[in-house]
């Protein structure tokens, strides 16, 4: 799902992204989503530009002021979750920062609300699937013996977060 997100920003013409997640210990989804952006991000020959971590929006205010005032600010910021995204893209329009023309922010979870004015782009998961799924291997007495990881489908949502990179940057 990670590697998916940074296809799609780098699609767009972004080379120069960033990671946002809550300050939380690491949980393996989120370990499995940094490595998948890190792998995708090392195979374009990139590194993330600026790895951002909080508890509250403020946190996300400050750091992103910090990397947007460096000599290679970010154009995109992936993020851990799509509550994380309308943060931070409260976050960037502080700073001036018009979304998705300027600055693009992508999340993962579920697809928003249609009616929403803010329609984060997002990698969705088939969350019913995964709990079926989930509750058959736990059933199965030969994974309980040989325990294996399993990749679950997920897919692109379109939001209105995301957009190609400003010409004046390219």
């Known amino acids: 799902a990670g590697g998916l ?20 210990p690491l949980t393996p989804n989120r370990g499995l989503r940094l490595s998948g ?24 205010r400050e750091q992103l002021r910090d990397v947007l005032s460096g000599k290679s600010p970010p154009t995109a910021l992936v993020c851990e979750s799509r509550s994380l995204v309308t943060s931070l893209v ?4 502080g700073r001036g920062l018009r979304v998705p023309e300027e600055f693009s922010v992508l999340g993962f979870g579920a697809p928003g609300d249609a009616l929403n004015v803010l329609r984060p782009t997002v990698v969705a998961f088939e969350h019913r699937a995964m709990g079926e799924r989930s509750l058959e291997l736990l059933l199965d007495e030969e994974v309980l013996i040989h ?18 990179v400003p010409a004046k940057i390219r």
């Open 37 to 60: 952006i890190k792998d995708v991000v090392a195979q374009a020959r990139l590194t993330l530009c600026c790895e951002l971590s909080g508890f509250l929006e403020v946190d996300f």
């Open 5 to 24: 997100a940074v296809r799609h920003l780098l699609q767009l013409g972004h080379r120069r992204i960033g990671w946002a997640q809550s300050a939380r």
């Open 90 to 93: 409260s976050v960037a329009g």
């Open 147 to 164: 325990s294996r990881r399993e990749v679950v489908g997920s897919w692109r949502e379109k939001g209105n977060t995301t957009g190609p």
